[in-house]
């Protein structure tokens, strides 16, 4: 059976000599990622290497320092900065908070009776989080903010929106 990943965050930094990294994380909520023992680096187009967790501990409410297994060196730790960080999904319903916008992935988006297609990836901005699903074949950014959101019901994995009028038009 092939594993579904789910993206969390991104390596931006080495600190300190021993290669500790800071992963900036989407979360939702406060962690160390205790219990944690794997997160899986994308080293080409779909292929995720594992890569094993020595330690971690909180830096900020969306930033953790992270001690993986072989990088023991500033310079060594530099290779896998800038990359994607992702997690199984077990692993991801386990650390994700219930509210943060990143667990909307998989769900259905509606705009009324009409079922705009699942969440494939989202992306948070300062004043609103995009949705992007596949709309007809074509990807598709829905934006969902105060005055779109109409309601998230989470046992049957659905958002609902009202969007403006006008906005599907683009991709269809």
């Not at 965050?9 to 900036?24: H, I, P, R």
């Not at 989407?26 to 292929?47: A, C, W």
């Not at 991801?92 to 943060?100: I, L, P, R, V, Y």
């Amino acid at each position: 059976m092939a594993t579904n990943y789910r993206n969390i965050g991104k390596l931006v930094a080495v600190f300190g000599l021993q290669g500790e990294l800071v992963l900036l994380h989407r979360l939702g909520r406060k962690t160390s990622l205790k219990g944690l023992k794997t997160i899986f680096l994308e080293e080409k187009k779909d292929e995720m290497l594992p890569w094993f967790i020595e330690s971690t501990r909180i830096k900020s409410e969306e930033e953790i320092f992270l001690k993986l297994e072989g990088l023991d060196t500033k310079e060594t730790a530099r290779k896998v900065v800038q990359k994607e960080v992702w997690l199984t999904e077990e692993d991801f319903e386990q650390f994700a908070g219930k509210s943060a916008p990143i667990s909307l992935v998989g769900f259905q988006l509606w705009q009324g009776e009409e079922n705009l297609g699942e969440i494939l990836e989202v992306i948070e901005q300062p004043h609103q989080v995009l949705c992007k699903i596949d709309l007809n074949g074509k990807e598709a950014l829905i934006p969902v903010h105060a005055a779109t959101l109409e309601k998230v019901d989470k046992k049957k994995r659905q958002v609902f929106v009202v969007l403006p009028d006008g906005l599907l038009d683009v991709y269809r």
